[in-house]
């Protein structure tokens, strides 16, 4: 093939896709270039002498403290304590919040009922009950469970019940006027309609999963990420420290390319989702 | 649209209903303190195709969205095939303004919408396919609105309100938003399809020639009240350029516009 036919279809790749304002596209492995070069950096200083170990141990040092606790099998069930803590508050809380948004999205009586209850609650920052949530569960998995699934609910409830008032009231109307029963009304239009606010509440609640956890492991729990971090800080073990810190962060971005999937599992038909 | 595309949805649907007579009487509607419709009378005989017109805030929608079974009336009475409108709703379909096409369901599901009370009835996919050829979209079945452009979506609302064969067709302003040159292919399409499957059709529209070119009766309104109801005595298919076209349209539009001018 010429240049000349070439050209053009350079031309059209380099053009910003619809929807970006800002011309080129990353792809994933660019992504990581600050990451790595931070690390890289961190490494040099570390090495050379100007961070002090005590401070912040050198990148190296971490990768050493999370192979040692790999090893002794540590960090695997610590981490898999920690999530599935994460997952039983995220499911626990965010079925709750669903099934208030839609019950208070759907009918004027459950709202008069519920609504301005829950919208005092919400103003309530939900880790300033940590002192009660003790006294009531101890450190037991019920207070982690009780904080994660408090502070996830917010924001699914209130992401949900905006999706489904914001459902377009003329399809509404088209799907009656067309003898659409209220099951099928449900399942067709009003739930596909607010899925995407749904999503946007869901990652909100991902990130508050993460944030209650952390406090609630590090207050009050005898396993998990939080702990282990706690218990590297009594023996200034700054490295397992700096590890946790990480393995929340990778955590986190796992869930988020999770719910990216998700996203672009249950809306394809939307067209900031659709894949090109 | 082709021979075949008609045949296939001929003998894809249901046997043919007839159009059925849609009536009100001394129907009211206020809203608030305004009286949009005050006790008019309004018939369109099984089959016909009637157009109402009007200048903007007429009355004319909300006539037509009463007669849909959209809104309720405050006094008066519609009905379809002489009954009341609520055991004959399944019989009229309406197609709006806009398209109104579920944007997560493919374009054949979205006629498949259509089907009502028979949305599970064997076939039914046959049936939306059937429906969607006869408006010429057969191959952008599996694709989503979003993809097509805004004479195709309106010509898929046409195949979603012609899919159950309805006895009565509401339309409400539907080519309004359309550029000029698809308005007129849909108007022809809507004609093919009417004389075709031979539904009552009653079409709200601002638009006088849009009026004259499809329907068999035009009705004026004006304040709540009907203020002209004239026949169209022109053959089909007709032409926009007929002196007698024209002629009608210039009366209609004078009289919409409060000129003094001879009625037709």
Redesign the interface.
Known sequence: MTDATAAPLERLRARPSPGRPFGWRLSGAYGWIAPALLVALWQAGSSLGFIADTVLPSPASVVAAAWRLTRSGELASNIGVSFLRAMAGLAVGGAIGLVFGFANGLSKVSEGLSDSTLQMVRNIPHLALIPLVIVWFGIDEGAKLFLVSLGVFFPVYVNTLHGVRSVDP??I???K????PRA?LFR??IL??A?PSIFVGLRYALGVMWLTLIVAETIAAQSGVGYMAMQAREFMMTDVVVLSILIYALLGKLADVATRLLEGFC?????AY?RA | MNATALAASRSGGSPSAAGAEVEARAIRRTFGDTTVLRGLDFRAPAGAFVAVVGRSGCGKSTLLRLIAGLDAPDGGSVTIAGRPLADASDQARVMFQEPRLLPWASVLANVEVGLGAERDAPGRRERALAALASVGLADRAADWPATLSGGQRQRVALARALVSRPRVLALDEPLGALDALTRIEMQRLLESAWLRDGFTAVLVTHDVAEAVALADRIVLIERGAIALDVGVPLARPRHRGAAEFGRLEEAILARLLGDPAPEP
């Open positions: 003329q399809l109307e088209m799907a006027s067309y003898g659409m099928a067709r239009v596909p309609g899925l809306l394809p038909w939307h067209p659709r």
